[in-house]
């Protein structure tokens, strides 16, 4: 059982930088996936990025390459979101998920076994 807390997000210029941050329990954290999805009210939950348990594979979003930056550090159970040159169309809620096995599907989120609660970011004009 791996339980998620996201934390971070808030109201932003376009333009500017926030970075998210997830702390998970358990200590089996390290061995797992873990991505970032975002939804905006009416329309479906959105894949962001993705980062493999070993931290060896890195994905992302086309919306989001060159402009966002997943990490983690499993010494403190924590992965983070690193978002700059943020744009109005980045407001949504964001949420942490983590994958037992992740494979080649890691955009979909039923490959997510776990889902934290969610963070808001807004982007203003």
């Known amino acids: 059982q791996v339980q998620l807390v996201e934390s971070g997000g808030g109201l932003v210029q376009a333009g500017g930088s926030l970075r998210l941050s997830c702390a998970a329990s358990?200590?089996?954290?390290?061995?797992?996936?873990m991505g970032w999805f975002r939804q905006t009210p009416g329309k479906e939950r959105e894949f962001v990025a993705a980062?493999?348990?070993?931290?060896?594979?890195?994905y992302y979003a086309d919306s989001v390459k060159g402009r966002f930056t997943i990490s983690r550090d499993n010494a403190k159970n924590t992965v983070y979101l690193q978002m700059n040159s943020l744009k109005p169309e980045d407001t949504a809620v964001y949420y942490c998920?983590?994958?037992?096995?992740?494979?080649?599907?890691?955009?979909?989120?039923?490959?997510?076994?776990?889902w934290g609660q969610g963070t808001q970011v807004t982007v203003s004009s």
């Open positions: 998920a983590a994958a037992h096995m992740l494979g080649s599907r890691y955009f979909y989120d039923g490959m997510y076994d776990y």
């Open positions: 358990g200590r089996t954290f390290s061995s797992y996936s």
């Open positions: 980062i493999h348990w070993s931290s060896y594979n890195t």
